[in-house]
């Protein structure tokens, strides 16, 4: 793996992407997902279930590697086409993150833990993304030491 990220979306919108085998992020923007390479590590966060709903749901919602390719525009209807990137889903368990929230080095020790999830994409250690992996019951080979 060659490198790790968090990528936040509502718990509805990873859903779907887990199910037909891409990510979206930032509304469909393709800059982000030109930062994410093949291999690379992703975990979905869902501050919420739906989009613009307050439910307080704060939970690792998807974790998986992204698939080989470049990203590319998938139809959602309405003249709406966002970027898109295959990856491959890991089988695991929504978790929520406050439990967690002293064991991450993206959150331990800080009172606005939440600041970096405002980008809707950032960078994380794999030391995050194995723990993350471990909790969520995820068996993903790459996060072995």
């Known amino acids: 793996m060659n490198a790790c990220?968090?990528?936040v979306?509502?718990?509805q919108h990873v859903r779907r992407g887990?199910?037909?085998?891409?990510?979206?992020?930032?509304?469909?923007?393709?800059?982000?997902?030109?930062?994410?390479r093949p291999g690379d590590g992703i975990v979905y966060y869902s501050p919420t279930t739906v989009l613009g709903e307050?439910?307080?749901?704060?939970?690792?919602?998807a974790i998986g590697t992204?698939?080989?390719?470049d990203p590319y525009q998938g139809?959602?209807?309405?003249?709406?086409t966002p970027f898109r990137r295959d990856v491959d889903w890991a089988q695991a368990q929504e978790t929520p993150i406050k439990p967690l929230l002293e064991r991450l080095?993206?959150?331990s020790g800080k009172s606005n833990w939440g600041y970096p999830l405002r980008f809707g994409l950032f960078a994380i250690s794999m030391a995050d993304f194995a723990l993350i992996a471990e909790t969520m019951?995820?068996?993903?080979a790459s996060t072995s030491p």
């Open 105 to 107: 080095e993206f959150t």
């Open 75 to 80: 139809d959602m209807g309405g003249g709406f």
């Open 9 to 11: 979306a509502s718990a």
């Open 54 to 61: 307050k439910d307080g749901l704060q939970a690792f919602t």
């Open 18 to 36: 887990r199910q037909d085998g891409f990510m979206q992020v930032n509304h469909g923007k393709a800059a982000p997902l030109r930062r994410v």
């Open 137 to 140: 019951g995820a068996k993903l």
């Open 5 to 7: 990220w968090i990528a």
């Open 66 to 69: 992204v698939r080989e390719g």
